[in-house]
């Protein structure tokens, strides 16, 4: 059976066309990572993007808030940030005698945890309420984050000085993990040759608002998955927990991010359903900082973990 597109998604390609192409002429050379950062934020997911400093991380978090209108907040980790820094703190006010809650940067649509490895663990365990729950519970009293809610954080990589490792725990709170990497000799000439990045943020106007953005995520979830689709996503879980060469296998948290961001591409391209080839597609960003592989000097990089996978298991 032919399942065509209804008019609302023919609406949301147009429009998301255009968010992805204004993005594209700011974060110049990068179309495919940008389209990833926002099938991850349309899939309710968080994004790490993990790379060396300089190469646009920063960039990209700013133009997403731009373009989707919604709120902003840069946290800076460091060694020596705390929680409350992160949450907010609850201030006495001689006035009324009472203590009265002063949100932190975490009450933002967008967030942005740059360069979350460089703080301790306690603190990077401050988001992970935030990241699973939309809340934060802050000395007793819950607090519920803005909706939408999307938490953007970059990391450097673990081989340099002043860094510590994200826990599993955490890494799993990450529907999508993207490199920018080095932009290609056309791209980077566009650079050298353009205007200053800060000042074209700064002109970008929104294109989509966030009520618009919570209707084409709530439609996201709409789009059909067959039960062929279902049995080519439970085959790839499968083969990741009984194959010899990976050292654990997905969880169903896995399986679960990994039809939503299917289901988030599929609503990119104007379908009403997912193909096997959304699945591949995604599946790199959503595997690659979950999946490990035995023989780590062989086939260390996310990209040769999600094609050992994907050569492995049939589509049905």
Not at 19 to 44: D, N, P, S, Y
Not at 131 to 140: A, I, L, R, Y
Not at 230 to 256: K, M, T, V
Not at 296 to 315: F, N
Request: with cysteine; aromatic share 6%; proline share 6%.
């Amino acid at each position: 059976m032919t399942i065509l597109s209804s008019p609302n998604l023919l609406n949301d390609k147009t429009i998301l066309d255009t968010v992805i192409a204004t993005t594209g002429e700011v974060v110049v050379g990068k179309q495919h990572e940008i389209k990833l950062a926002f099938t991850c934020l349309l899939a309710r997911g968080h994004l790490l993007i993990e790379d060396l400093p300089g190469v646009g991380k920063t960039t990209l978090a700013h133009v997403l808030a731009r373009v989707l209108g919604l709120s902003f907040q840069r946290v800076q980790f460091t060694s020596d940030l705390l929680p409350a820094d992160i949450l907010g703190v609850s201030v006495y006010e001689k006035e009324t005698g009472r203590f009265s809650f002063h949100p932190g940067p975490i009450f933002a649509q967008l967030v942005l945890a740059d360069e979350v490895n460089r703080a301790t663990p306690r603190t990077q365990s401050a988001l992970l309420e935030a990241m699973e729950e939309h809340q934060v519970t802050v000395e007793g009293r819950t607090h519920t984050l803005p909706v939408p809610f999307f938490v953007v954080a970059t990391q450097n990589p673990s081989h340099q000085i002043g860094t510590f490792p994200l826990p599993e725990s955490q890494l799993d709170r990450f529907l999508m993990r993207i490199e920018l990497g080095y932009p290609d000799v056309s791209a980077e000439r566009t650079l050298l040759k353009g205007r200053d990045r800060r000042e074209m943020v700064a002109e970008i106007e929104p294109i989509l608002q966030p009520k618009a953005l919570f209707e084409m995520q709530q439609r996201v979830s709409e789009i059909h998955v067959s039960d062929a689709l279902i049995d080519y996503l439970q085959e790839l879980l499968n083969h990741s927990r009984r194959a010899p060469g990976f050292l654990a296998g997905l969880s169903p948290r896995a399986g679960l991010s990994l039809r939503s961001a299917a289901q988030a591409w599929a609503l990119l391209a104007g379908r009403s359903h997912v193909m096997p080839e959304d699945v591949q597609a995604v599946l790199p960003a959503v595997v690659g900082h979950r999946l490990r592989v035995r023989d780590l000097a062989h086939a260390a990089a996310p990209e040769d973990i999600a094609a050992r996978l994907l050569r492995e298991v049939a589509i049905p």
